[in-house]
Structures are given as structure tokens and as C-alpha cells.
């Protein structure tokens, strides 16, 4: 525990074939058939996880995932079988592509860093002169980036990963159209909430010989969303546009000297950026969810956790 943030997990879950520590999820494999992902309040940016947890995100982004992993259930499969608890999804194991798909509907972030420092390229996808930052795209693109188990994801065009093996073409062309399926449904659920989807980024894996989707899905570790009120006037202007995503963390880090890479020092995160982090954790929560969040007790996670997984696989394996 760092704090009341719930940074690190060490379950001793029965049948654990495998135990993966990711960024923010530590992923343990059942008998190689199931996975239990615990979502810790770990952030990362640029690549490298920070120093102190954010209390509350992990239960955040769990939640908001498993509703829009039911929510597109239609659309794809996904891996998920249920959520015990606020911080845990249980779900199938499955082969995941080395691929993730990365759909941006705007010029904002890595692309518009990308365009600002004079590409007019994106993953082998042109892009048009006189473009601003934050300005929509006349349909959404997809800029895929290659799965690193550590370090940088790289940018990496279509042509480039069906010419290196990675995905075989045919199956290339059913993630392209799922993803751009599943950014539909996000931006139209976005919209009833008075939010703009942005950008995000699908991973997908295959069961049994079908795609389906897996990991997170439309979260603010993975997503980027703007209020959609205020938006024209505010790209017209040039100004910032209010956003709840991930997006702040790196502008602090950037003002602060830090962009992950080798030599620069994290700067440190005050107990009061720490509550603001948090609070707009939840803010998107509330805001993308229509529901109120409730803030649970965080001393006894761990317990609850174990007991509430303990009971969900004992119902699986029987």
C-alpha cells in the first residue's frame, strides 16, 4: 500500500500457472485457462510507472471497463466472465495479437507531437497541411502500435505488420473493422454524456479460433475524452480543451522536465496533486458513466479481494 492507494498485489490464489505485473494490472493465470486481472492504483506516463499510486483509479478504470465490455458485447466477444469486486475482472485466457489498435478521431496528443515537429505521416497514414491541434479528423484513423513487454510501444503502419507476420492479413482487416465498430459505440455513448472519445486504443486476442476482445476498454488509462460543450470556440481560439484523460499527468510530468527519458528525474507528486489525479479519476467515472461513485473503504482491500475471487473461481471450477 503506498498511502491508501492500492499499488501492489502478491495473491496466492489457487491453480496460478503464471503471474504477469504489468503497469497498473497484475494479471494471474488459472490452470491456463482463466485470467484474474487486479487493477492496482499504479499510473504510469510515458511509459514509466510513477512513484505513487492514485487512490481509487484502479476501482475507476475496473468498472468503467466492465461496462463498456458489456456494453459491446454485440459487437465482439470479449474475455470477461465477471467482477467479483470493483478492482478484479475475471475472464478467459486467450493468444493476444502483438498489436494494438490505436484509433484517434482527432489530431491530439503523440499525433499532434508527431505532426507539430513537421510529419505528415502517421503510420503510413498521410496527413493534410494546415491542420490544428485537437482538430477532428474527417473520419477516424487507425495508427496501430507495436506491444512492447517493456519499454515504448512503437508506431507502426498496416502495411508494415501484415508484411512482418505479426497479423495475417485477412485477420487484419476484421481488427481494423472491429475497432472502428467499437470507437462508433464509444463515441456515441460518449456524446449522450456531453464527452467527445478522442482517441483510445483496442487490444484483441484469439479463443478457440475466434477474435475477441481483451484487456481494458474506453477508460482514461487507455482513452481520451474532451467536453464536447465549448469545443468549437475553444479550437477556433487555439486554446486547450477541458479533457478528462490521462493526458494532465504528461503535461505536469513536461513541465516539470520529465518525458521518460534516460537521465531525467520524476518529479515529485505532492499529496495534493495526488487528490486531484484521484478526484478527476473519478470525475470521468461519474461523467461517462451517468452514476455516482462511490468511495469504499480501502484498509481491508486485500482481504476482500482474495475472499470475493476466492468465491467466483471456487463457482468456476467446480
Same mark, same amino acid.
Not at 78 to 92: A, E, F, L, M, R
Not at 106 to 127: D, F, M, N, Q, V
Not at 258 to 283: H, N
Given at each position: 500500500?503506498?498511502?491508501?492507494?492500492?499499488t501492489?498485489?502478491?495473491?496466492?490464489f +489457487?491453480g496460478?500457472?503464471?503471474? /504477469?505485473?504489468?503497469?497498473?494490472?497484475?494479471? /494471474? &493465470?488459472?490452470?491456463?485457462q482463466?485470467?484474474i486481472?487486479?487493477?492496482?492504483? @499504479?499510473?504510469?506516463?510515458?511509459?514509466?510507472?510513477?512513484?505513487?499510486?492514485?487512490?481509487?483509479?484502479?476501482?475507476?478504470?475496473?468498472?468503467?471497463?466492465?461496462?463498456?465490455?458489456?456494453?459491446?458485447?454485440?459487437?465482439?466477444?470479449?474475455?470477461?466472465?465477471?467482477?467479483?469486486?470493483?478492482?478484479v &475482472?475475471?475472464g478467459?485466457?486467450?493468444k493476444?495479437?502483438?498489436?494494438?489498435?490505436v484509433?484517434?478521431g482527432y489530431?491530439?496528443?503523440?499525433?499532434?507531437?508527431?505532426?507539430?515537429?513537421?510529419?505528415?505521416?502517421?503510420?503510413?497514414?498521410?496527413?493534410?497541411e494546415?491542420?490544428?491541434?485537437?482538430?477532428?479528423?474527417?473520419?477516424?484513423?487507425?495508427?496501430?502500435?507495436?506491444k512492447?513487454?517493456f519499454?515504448?510501444?512503437?508506431?507502426?503502419?498496416?502495411?508494415?505488420?501484415?508484411?512482418?507476420?505479426?497479423?495475417?492479413?485477412?485477420?487484419? +482487416?476484421?481488427?481494423?473493422?472491429?475497432?472502428?465498430?467499437?470507437? @462508433?459505440?464509444? &463515441?456515441e455513448?460518449?456524446a449522450?454524456?456531453?464527452?467527445?472519445?478522442?482517441?483510445t486504443k483496442?487490444?484483441?486476442?484469439?479463443?478457440?479460433?475466434?477474435?475477441?476482445?481483451?484487456?481494458?476498454?474506453?477508460?482514461?488509462?487507455?482513452?481520451?475524452?474532451?467536453?464536447?460543450?465549448g469545443?468549437?470556440?475553444r479550437?477556433?481560439?487555439?486554446?486547450?480543451?477541458?479533457?478528462?484523460?490521462?493526458?494532465?499527468? @504528461?503535461?505536469?510530468?513536461?513541465?516539470?522536465?520529465?518525458?521518460?527519458?534516460?537521465?531525467?528525474q520524476?518529479?515529485?507528486?505532492?499529496?495534493?496533486?495526488?487528490?486531484?489525479?484521484?478526484?478527476?479519476?473519478?470525475?470521468? /467515472?461519474?461523467?461517462?458513466?451517468?452514476?455516482?461513485? &462511490?468511495?469504499?473503504?480501502l484498509?481491508?482491500?486485500?482481504e476482500?479481494?482474495?475472499?470475493?475471487?476466492?468465491e467466483?473461481?471456487?463457482?468456476?471450477?467446480?
Amino acid at each position: 500500500m503506498d498511502g491508501k492507494a492500492f499499488t501492489q498485489t502478491d495473491f496466492q490464489f +489457487e491453480g496460478v500457472t503464471s503471474r /504477469y505485473v504489468g503497469k497498473v494490472r497484475d494479471v /494471474y &493465470t488459472i490452470r491456463n485457462q482463466y485470467m484474474i486481472i487486479v487493477v492496482t492504483d @499504479r499510473i504510469s506516463a510515458f511509459d514509466v510507472i510513477l512513484p505513487r499510486g492514485i487512490p481509487y483509479k484502479g476501482q475507476v478504470l475496473n468498472r468503467i471497463a466492465v461496462k463498456f465490455l458489456d456494453a459491446s458485447a454485440g459487437i465482439v466477444p470479449n474475455w470477461k466472465i465477471s467482477s467479483p469486486h470493483p478492482n478484479v &475482472t475475471i475472464g478467459y485466457k486467450a493468444k493476444p495479437y502483438k498489436v494494438e489498435m490505436v484509433v484517434r478521431g482527432y489530431l491530439t496528443g503523440h499525433a499532434w507531437r508527431e505532426y507539430r515537429s513537421g510529419k505528415r505521416e502517421i503510420c503510413g497514414i498521410p496527413l493534410q497541411e494546415g491542420m490544428k491541434e485537437h482538430q477532428r479528423f474527417d473520419e477516424p484513423v487507425i495508427t496501430p502500435t507495436t506491444k512492447a513487454e517493456f519499454g515504448h510501444d512503437e508506431d507502426i503502419s498496416k502495411e508494415e505488420i501484415i508484411r512482418s507476420g505479426l497479423v495475417p492479413a485477412e485477420e487484419y +482487416e476484421e481488427l481494423e473493422r472491429l475497432s472502428l465498430a467499437l470507437f @462508433r459505440q464509444g &463515441t456515441e455513448m460518449a456524446a449522450e454524456k456531453g464527452l467527445i472519445l478522442v482517441d483510445t486504443k483496442y487490444e484483441f486476442g484469439k479463443k478457440d479460433g475466434q477474435i475477441i476482445l481483451i484487456d481494458e476498454i474506453h477508460t482514461p488509462d487507455s482513452s481520451r475524452y474532451f467536453y464536447a460543450e465549448g469545443y468549437e470556440e475553444r479550437l477556433a481560439k487555439g486554446e486547450p480543451q477541458r479533457q478528462l484523460s490521462k493526458e494532465f499527468v @504528461r503535461e505536469w510530468l513536461m513541465e516539470n522536465g520529465f518525458q521518460g527519458k534516460e537521465g531525467q528525474q520524476i518529479p515529485e507528486m505532492t499529496d495534493a496533486f495526488v487528490e486531484l489525479v484521484s478526484d478527476r479519476y473519478i470525475e470521468l /467515472y461519474e461523467k461517462i458513466t451517468g452514476e455516482k461513485f &462511490t468511495k469504499g473503504p480501502l484498509d481491508d482491500l486485500e482481504e476482500e479481494i482474495y475472499i470475493s475471487v476466492f468465491e467466483e473461481m471456487s463457482r468456476l471450477i467446480r
